[in-house]
């Protein structure tokens, strides 16, 4: 028996494909040759002049890979869960996710956000980081940056930014921890399912399915279907700056959320506690979003 795990090439995709080999590997005292790695070469990793949400949002980096799952060309494809569409198609069902890395993003260019010079370039792609930042920080201006890790940090080497942000998680999984300057989950909240790794299959591929079962992680995945469920409430895509984070606590699921404008001028979040994690709870809290925020920012979002 082969397994066929497609990813990006894409160095951190590269290195998440690897630990969801190795996962599989021990979970069933497989040998080496029992999953190979096929790279699958994506619209996301060739176009990196402007921002996904101007050319198709987050199918770009997942359209090629389903193309290659649906056609039998491999039978799983791993992604960061936060690159992957809040709708995806009914033939494609996400089997596993890894536990969850750190969520939080890292500041690379300066100490802290309040260190950053008057009018700093901060670069980003991401409206949810650059609403985020104009929020804290009005005065700073914010240039389109994209690429993988290695790529961004060499452009604010090179004077293309004064800074940028990065997942933690990344950098973590890159061999990276000490890089950057975590920003406290309080001051910014990570994008949905950031920091977790997920793994798709064939809908109706049962033997796949149950093989993924044994690396999969219940407590991420509530956490991350929490999350994915705001988003799907909201009708949120690529333009919508929205952030969310579910943790599992004593006393049951917490759930954070926050919708911002894109100039970061309105702010509108919430923090439940208490939670079991059903998509009930997690529509709620996009209606109580939706129903403090102003006409101009509920139109960022599907409503």
């Not at 029992?34 to 176009?47: H, K, L, W």
């Amino acid at each position: 028996m082969k397994l066929r795990l497609g990813t990006r090439g894409s160095p951190l995709a590269r290195v998440q494909a690897q630990s969801v080999r190795h996962a599989l590997l021990a979970a069933h005292g497989w040998g080496p040759d029992a999953v190979e790695i096929v790279e699958i070469r994506t619209t996301g990793d060739r176009v990196q002049d402007r921002a996904l949400a101007e050319i198709g949002g987050k199918a770009l980096w997942t359209k090629e890979l389903d193309r290659a799952l649906l056609g039998g060309e491999i039978d799983m494809a791993v992604h960061s869960m936060k690159d992957v569409e809040t709708v995806r198609p009914e033939t494609i069902a996400v089997a596993a996710m890894l536990p969850r890395a750190d969520v939080r993003d890292r500041l690379i260019g300066a100490d802290s956000i309040d260190a950053l010079p008057h009018g700093a370039r901060i670069g980003t792609s991401s409206p949810r980081r650059a609403a985020q930042l104009r929020r804290i920080r009005p005065d700073l201006s914010i240039v389109l940056l994209r690429g993988n890790v290695a790529t961004r940090r060499a452009k604010v080497a090179a004077g293309e930014a004064d800074a940028t942000l990065l997942a933690a998680a990344g950098l973590d999984r890159l061999g990276e921890p000490d890089v950057g300057i975590a920003i406290p989950v309080d001051l910014m909240l990570p994008a949905p399912s950031q920091g977790a790794i997920g793994v798709e299959v064939r809908a109706d591929d049962v033997a796949t399915r149950m093989h993924l079962a044994a690396i999969g992680h219940p407590a991420t995945e509530a956490c991350v279907w929490a999350e994915r469920g705001v988003l799907a409430a909201l009708a949120a895509d690529c333009h919508s700056p929205v952030g969310a984070l579910a943790t599992l606590e004593p006393e049951g699921m917490r759930l954070r959320a926050e919708i911002l404008s894109e100039d970061g001028a309105e702010h509108v979040r919430a923090d439940r506690t208490g939670l079991t994690g059903s998509p009930e709870e997690a529509a709620e809290i996009a209606q109580d979003l939706l129903a403090r925020a102003s006409p101009r920012l509920r139109g960022l979002f599907g409503h």
